[in-house]
């Protein structure tokens, strides 16, 4: 029998409950072994819940139970997540997780412990949701040097994006409705600022370069400053805009950042809408290759914790080798990426303007939306982020700068 703790009784820890208990007899099929939840640790009381005879609020009860093979860490955060992960390695438990936070800070060095002592600290979850993308990173596609990985990599800000671009609303009011929906946390920073999907792309770019990727380091714009007219220029454009993550090996180095971007129909994120995600790796021999399904929600994320479960069981006893060296790699500096970007600036009825545009990026196309008047939008050629940022920082009434991929 495998013992297993799950830290955190909330939604993604009543689902890996819920997920054994629906699932039991395949799932310890595929695990060759019983899987057994002796334990919940939780502050709360959860009176009429079966999981109460099994609760516990004090996390040494767990520590010290040897009988305890697996500790699943679905709190959130990085304290106490940190402290207990740490100590629960140390006491010799694998450790299985869905905590972002907490793998994109420590998660090179969880790892060296986990190795150490031979266990396995295990994360599918925490990027992504329920899509299989930190397994296959570390198995399936070893083959190939990666030199490109973007996904849309948060549920929330695709959703909000999803419904401004179909009904033509306001950020405010699909964010407000989301929130009353469930589906934006009632602080909606993390997500429409950028942070969670920042957290996220740090996380496999980690995995890609075998290296401790910090997120302080990737620069990050949210969607908060998008408009209904951004959604009309781009239906012009026939393209959509999407909050991406991305990080591209140019020259040798990794270039990562998190922004939102209009995408056109060729690209193969433009249909991942609503609260899904999709994630899209380009690898020299494999080519391209994509993920898509839902990257949060109770079940789909408990789905991807449990499979970590049954491989911890799988692997008892022996380290499933993962490369995340606690050695800092060296991004290449955002300012020097190249990026075409989309404008909207107010128009003076100059011809000065006209010049200024062009003096400062060269040729641009104009884009024209019928209905929108008394301002001028288009598209700049490539240029390095930080020359546009200089050029750009001459012009006066900047409505809005996104970036274009198409
Ligand atoms: N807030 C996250 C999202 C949850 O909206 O994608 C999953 O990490």
Known sequence: MANIAVLGYGTVGSGVVEVL???????????????????????????????????VHDFNIILQDPEVDIVVEVMGGVEPAYTFTKEALLAGKSVCTSNKELVAKHGAELLAIAKEKHLNYLFEASVGGGIPIIRPLNSSLTADEITEITGILNGTTNYILTEMAEKGAAFEDVLKDAQDKGYAERNPEADVEGYDACRKIA??????????????????????????????????LKASIKLLGTSKKIDGTFYSMVAPVMIGEQHPLISVNGVFNG??????????????????????????????????????GCNIMTIWD???????????????????????????????????????????????TGELAFLTKELREGDFAEKIAGFDDVYSVIRVDF
């Open 21 to 55: 208990r629906t699932n039991r007899e395949s799932i310890n099929k595929r695990a060759g072994d019983e899987i057994h939840v002796k334990y919940v640790l939780d502050l709360r009381e959860f009176e009429g819940d079966p999981v109460q005879e099994i609760l």
């Open 203 to 236: 996380i496999l770019t980690s995995l890609v370069v075998g290296e401790q990727v910090d997120y302080e380091k990737i620069h990050t714009e949210g969607i908060t400053k998008i408009t209904e007219k951004d959604f009309q220029y781009a239906k012009a």
């Open 279 to 316: 994630i899209f790796v380009h690898g020299n021999v494999l080519d391209d290759v994509m993920f898509y399904g839902r990257g949060a929600g109770k079940l789909p994320t408990a789905s991807a914790v449990v499979s970590d479960v049954v491989d911890a069981v799988k692997h008892k």
């Open 326 to 372: 606690e050695r800092k790699n060296n991004l290449g500096k955002y300012e020097d990426l190249p990026n075409r970007f989309f404008v909207r600036i107010k128009d003076q009825n100059t011809q000065d303007l006209l010049s200024g545009i062009q003096e400062a990026f060269g040729e641009v196309s104009y884009v024209k939306v019928p209905e929108i």
